[in-house]
């Protein structure tokens, strides 16, 4: 692909679930327990996860 060889730092097809920016540049943080939970390094440092009260069977805090 392309795309993914201009910008190896890029996660194509992936959007942040808070700003819902896409691609994600630079680190992704995902979900280890949700399948499709992403955030950019913006929104993890800015602690959206709890923001968004991303919850589910586990604890936040746990899940990254």
């Known amino acids: 692909n392309a ?9 194509y097809g992936v ?3 808070a700003c819902r920016v896409a691609p ?5 943080f995902k979900c280890v327990v949700c399948e499709s939970y ?7 440092a800015r602690g959206e996860a709890r923001v968004l009260l991303h ?4 604890t936040t805090a746990s899940a990254w």
């Not at 919850?55 to 586990?58: I, L, N, R, S, V």
């Open 15 to 17: 959007t942040c679930g």
């Open 38 to 44: 992403d955030l950019c390094g913006a929104c993890f």
């Open 24 to 28: 994600i540049l630079g680190t992704r």
């Open 55 to 58: 919850t589910g069977p586990h």
């Open 3 to 11: 795309a993914a060889a201009a910008n190896p730092d890029a996660h």
